[in-house]
């Protein structure tokens, strides 16, 4: 999977399509990513002891892989990723836009 913790990324498709957001959790047994302020599902929690308050909980929810794709950090824009290797031999994320290195 080629999206990472704290990644900026744009939903290409579903409910939320076209907006951006940072990748908060990455799952990767189901390719799934969470997302801020995404796909935001409701939770009806109850109290779990008196001092506890319980409510319906707002919190993002998952969005398959497939389905954002990462900003490139030169123009803010959706690109595909590919990988190269640098200088040291280590493994570096690459955007087939612009070519720049993501971080």
């Known amino acids: 999977m080629k999206v990472r ?3 900026q990324v744009k939903v290409i498709s579903g409910k939320d399509r076209g907006k951006t957001g940072r990748v908060m959790r990455v799952d990767r047994e189901r390719e799934r990513v ?18 506890d308050q319980g409510g319906i909980i707002e919190s993002p929810g ?8 990462l900003l490139d950090p030169s123009d803010n824009k959706p690109t595909r990723v590919g990988t190269r290797r640098d ?11 612009s070519g720049q290195d993501l971080v």
Do not use: C, F, W
């Not at 998952?62 to 794709?69: A, G, L, R, T, W």
């Not at 200088?87 to 836009?97: D, L, N």
């Open 5 to 7: 913790r704290d990644d």
């Open 34 to 51: 969470y997302v801020e302020g995404l796909n935001i599902v409701k939770r009806h929690q109850r109290p779990r002891t008196m001092a």
């Open 62 to 69: 998952p969005i398959h892989v497939s389905n954002v794709q």
């Open 87 to 97: 200088e040291s031999g280590r493994r570096v994320r690459v955007a087939k836009r």
